[in-house]
């Protein structure tokens, strides 16, 4: 495997006020393949004075740029971006896989994706309508949408490129300035998009800046800044919270897309030929490092044992190995700690519950090298054990049966998250009921983890606030004003 990735370790610099830059630290983070553990490249450890440069940098070329008041520059710049990540997006893919470990057809996707949201937004920034409306016979109301200024995005490592495409293309249409810092694991390929907005003329030199860096450090500097109008936060519901109480030292306006612990919700009239590979992907996918997965399987008695075998079958048909191999349908995790948390997990759910396939990490061969974890299932778990109620962030199913509709409803609806829901069955009236009576951002009958830059996107309780996508998503990223004329 590691011919694959033989190569000349990167280096990435932060980009700020439209230059290459280095850390003051003069201090570099490693980046490591997770499939192979070798250094793959280096980025800076910025410190907290990079990151307030980089703050002004961003706040004077929005005070300067026409950026907040022309759209179709905006538009140009945005849709110019769109283009050259479908021109770079081999090159693109290699970099997400050699550093996060997803396979090569995964890392497509994602690029794929942001190329879509990138255009759509696009479009988008031409129409940030407000409204007028008539209030008294002298006086008349103009409603507007401004942007709201200087915004901070503190992005993840599971989906590098396109969680930070998704709040990059909204946040930028809407005119404000941003400042990206990306997760230490994977800041690649997110630099390597900016080395793309480089060079669009369409985009002010500043009005985009990357830093990379710890962040606990950077981050949460962003956080208390009082510069920054606003952060969008994805990753981790603890930081999220940490992130709120930074926040309130200037009353910042805050998107949180947090974590989530999703159920699949399988009924006895449910189309299995059609369910089992797309609950199988939907936790499996990225090795179940994403936010949406479907974690919880929930299954109704009669059919448990059918849906079971068949989904032990396709977890152990899974070919589990380096992310570059086209064959690999499954890559290893991020990082040991990743590795680590997932085994602690299993154990858990190994003393509390029935492993019926994989609980262990892979070894032997090139496995030794990287941070493979077989595909999980686990049944027979109580309904309090923390596989169950926490979010893993790694392939493991937990499997929990129902006997009723009203069953069914009351599992689904009994964690702290809110994320998203799979329904299936072929009864029209118990998937009205169910999609209404989940508590989630989105509920998907007879589908899964089918998003697009159109729909909106975000969590009930704690998997956030706000919504991301579709015109609520920009939104976020708007300030109103209600302008007041009276005639005499
Ligand atoms: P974090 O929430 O810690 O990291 C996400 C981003 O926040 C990274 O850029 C990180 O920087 C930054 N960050 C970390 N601490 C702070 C802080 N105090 N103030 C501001 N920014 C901060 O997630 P992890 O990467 O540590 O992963 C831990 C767990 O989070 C995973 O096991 C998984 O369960 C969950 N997770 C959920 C995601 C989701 O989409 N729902 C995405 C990623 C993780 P840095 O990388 O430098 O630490």
Known sequence: MSSLTEQKPALYYN???GEWTESSSRERLESRNPATGEIIGFSQKSTVSDIEQAIDSVYDTFQKSDWGYNPKRRYEALLALAQKIDQNLEHLARVLT????????????????CVDTLKYFAGAARTVFGRSVQLEPANFGVIVKEPIGVVGLITPWNWPALLMIRELAPALAAGN????????????????IFKLIDEIPDFPKGIASIVTGPGKSIGAAMGSSKKIDMISFT???STGRTIMELAASNIKKLALELGGKSPNVVFADANLEKAIPVIGRGIFISAGQICMAGSRLLVHESVKDEVITRLKQYAENLQVGNGLLESTDMGPVVSQNQLELVEEYCEIGRREGTIITGGYRLTGGEYDKGYFFAPTIIDNLPVNCR?????IFGPVLAVQSFSSDEEALALANDTDFGLSAGVWTT???????????IKAGTVWVNTYNKNFPEAEFGGYKQSGLGRTRGIDGLMEYCETKHIHFEME
């Open 387 to 391: 596989v169950v109620r926490e979010e």
């Open 15 to 17: 980009y700020v006020g």
């Open 427 to 437: 009864n029209l009236n118990r998937a009205m009921r169910m999609s209404k009576g």
């Open 98 to 113: 050699l550093e996060q470990g997803k396979t090569i057809r995964e890392s497509r996707v994602e690029l794929a994706g």
């Open 177 to 192: 300035g941003v400042i990206v810092k990306p997760a230490s694991l994977t800041p690649g390929v997110s630099v390597e």
């Open 235 to 237: 990753g981790d519901t």
